[in-house]
């Protein structure tokens, strides 16, 4: 099994800040890679898949980079309606697992 | 649009089977796409269950194969997941979402998501 190690586990960051989560997988997954935004109580939202590619409508302050076994995910300004929960998720081999989740609150 | 809608039982007994549904609208499940069964335990991250397409193939979660089965009804355009043998540790909140594929035969990601449903395993 492949497992993705999400960090940090939590994040807290003011409006306007530039934030950054990253994911290392266990193993070579080439840009097999997506990133979900969950808010309390709502299903997670597709924002990046294939590691850099923007989901339509989502906005251009979220971005993604990386391949292999190393991603990032960043906001580029915190806004308050981007107070979430973020999970990566890879798929290889039609085999997917998530990493455990980075909360992010506002400071 | 495309929605997904789960239902099934909210509470089901240890050892029993856990049965959820999800009705697709806005778009045939026999048109293409791959569908797909998510999990959340309370203040836990994600799970994937497992997948299907309309023909039928199903692949899993290797952890949650021997209990899983994912079924396909194009005539209703839902899908089913069936969970044998429950316990306690399989209190979740069930999504089931539809799966785009990325990078064939890699798999993909689940760009629309039902709103799940919370299912306890409780006596």
């Known amino acids: 099994d492949i497992q993705m190690t999400q960090s940090p586990s939590s994040l807290s960051a003011s409006v306007g800040d530039r934030v950054t989560i990253t994911c290392q997988a266990s193993?070579?997954?080439?840009?097999?890679l997506n990133w979900y935004q969950q808010k309390p109580g709502k299903a997670p939202k597709l924002l990046i898949y294939?590691?850099?590619n923007l989901e339509t409508g989502v906005p251009s302050r979220f971005s993604g980079s990386g391949s292999g076994t190393d991603f990032t995910f960043t906001i580029s300004s915190l806004q308050p309606e981007d107070i979430a929960t973020y999970y990566c998720q890879q798929y290889d081999n039609l085999q997917y697992t998530f990493g455990q989740g980075t909360k992010l609150e506002i400071k | 649009q495309v929605q997904l809608q789960e239902s099934g039982p909210g509470l089901v007994k240890p050892s029993e089977t856990l049965s959820l549904t999800c009705a697709v609208s806005g778009y045939s499940i026999s048109s293409g796409y791959y569908w797909g069964w998510i999990r959340q335990p309370p203040g836990k991250g994600l799970e994937w269950i497992g997948s299907?397409?309309?023909?039928?193939?199903?692949y899993y979660n290797p952890s949650l194969k021997s209990r899983v089965t994912i079924s396909v009804d194009t005539s209703k355009n839902q899908f089913s997941l069936k969970l044998s043998s429950v316990t306690a540790a399989d209190t979740a909140v069930y999504y089931c979402?539809?799966?785009?594929?990325?990078?064939?035969?890699?798999?993909?990601?689940?760009?629309?998501w039902g709103q799940g449903t919370m299912v306890t395993v409780s006596s």
């Open positions: 193993q070579d997954i080439s840009n097999y």
């Open positions: 299907i397409y309309h023909s039928g193939s199903t």
């Open positions: 294939d590691a850099s």
């Open positions: 979402a539809r799966e785009r594929w990325l990078q064939p035969p890699a798999g993909g990601a689940f760009d629309i």
